[in-house]
């Protein structure tokens, strides 16, 4: 059986990837899909255990570190991320093509194991509007939001490590503009 492949996508916070990728979701055949991640940052609105995130405390969180249990993880703000490897191995295993939508450093961590990974940027317009998208969203204090644009202008320096970079200035085009890197 031909294995799957992997796919990164990552953006910096506010871009929109999560509004992207909700959007792709429903593009995809079954043989692509969306791997869910690890978090200890508690669930917003109404995502679920086990659909948008697994939700653990950081207890537990740092015990699967221990036991090397993630592929890769971060701890970005306050809160840890990461990937566990059963899931991203048993997806590509069974055929079928894994999507990540992790941060610049998981996305190297992801290449240095897959070097065949796809691996896909979403730039904002600008940070002027990244900014403005941030506060919209009512999540971050302004504390927050600058710490968001400084990490933002930091992970888009690291587009030499990414396959395709695409700019999220109308959301329909670039749903589709990835669908398409996606499908190959």
């Known amino acids: 059986?031909?294995?799957?492949?992997?796919?990164?996508?990552?953006a910096p916070s506010g871009t929109g990837k999560t509004t992207i990728c909700n959007l792709l979701k429903p593009r995809l055949n079954k043989n692509t899909v969306f791997s869910v991640s690890a978090t200890t940052r508690k669930p917003r609105g109404n995502e679920v255990h086990g659909k948008q995130y697994y939700f653990i405390s950081k207890r537990e969180f740092k015990s699967k570190?221990?036991?090397?249990?993630?592929?890769?993880?971060?701890k970005v703000f306050t809160h840890y991320y990461g990937t566990l490897k059963s899931t991203v191995i048993n997806t590509i295993n069974s055929g079928k093509n894994v999507i990540l939508t992790i941060d610049v450093q998981g996305g190297k961590n992801?290449?240095?194991?897959f070097p065949k990974t796809k691996?896909?940027?979403?730039?904002?317009p600008s940070l002027k509007?990244?900014?403005?998208?941030?506060?919209l969203r009512h999540l971050d204090?302004?504390?927050?939001?600058?710490?968001?644009?400084k990490i933002a202008g930091q992970e888009m320096k690291e587009l030499v490590n990414y396959d395709y970079f695409l700019i999220n200035d109308k959301l329909n085009n670039i749903v589709t503009k990835i669908y398409k890197l996606i499908r190959g």
């Open 129 to 135: 509007e990244l900014e403005r998208r941030l506060r």
């Open 141 to 149: 204090s302004d504390r927050e939001i600058k710490i968001r644009l």
């Open 119 to 124: 691996m896909i940027f979403i730039l904002p």
């Open 65 to 74: 570190i221990r036991s090397n249990e993630f592929i890769e993880w971060a």
């Open 110 to 113: 992801i290449r240095k194991l």
């Open 1 to 10: 059986m031909k294995k799957g492949t992997v796919i990164v996508i990552s």
